[in-house]
């Protein structure tokens, strides 16, 4: 993916990701269903694997977005924390292809799971998350 597209896709979400608050807040709103096609986008991962992280299905994801229906509460507050991460993940790496190597290994400070398996929940973004923040700080023991 060009930087460019990486770039306008942080900046389309950036008021909405810019902490906890702004993402309950805004996940309150509902986020458009094109939000899926930008986590597509980012993590470069298929349709069927981002519709695994939301519990649905590539028919559904295909379908919200036909119909431009808003996403629920949780999978926008879902899509946000995502879209939050890929961009935390992008700056401590550097780059957001070094991100999406380092999400499909197991990770040590993550008990040996691979951190886009653990992607599926809040929770789960939030180890994740903490993970990146103690790789960035160089706390790896």
């Not at 996403?71 to 550097?94: P, Q």
Request: no cysteine; proline share 1%.
């Amino acid at each position: 993916m060009l930087i460019q597209e990486e770039a306008a896709i942080y900046a389309k979400y950036d008021s909405q990701i810019r902490d906890n608050i702004s993402i309950v807040f805004n996940a309150r709103k509902g986020l458009s269903s094109k939000a899926y096609y930008d986590i597509i986008m980012l993590s470069g991962f298929k349709k069927e694997q981002i519709a695994q992280l939301f519990n649905t299905s590539a028919k559904t994801i295909t379908r919200y977005t036909q119909e431009d229906k808003n996403l629920d509460i949780v999978s926008s507050e879902h899509a946000l924390k995502i879209i939050a991460l890929f961009r935390k993940g992008t700056e401590i790496f550097g780059e957001l292809e070094a991100f999406r190597r380092w999400i499909q290994k197991p990770a040590y400070g993550l008990g040996w799971q691979v951190p886009f398996e653990l992607m599926e929940t809040s929770g789960g973004i939030e180890l994740v998350l903490e993970e990146l923040i103690r790789i960035e700080f160089g706390d790896l023991a």
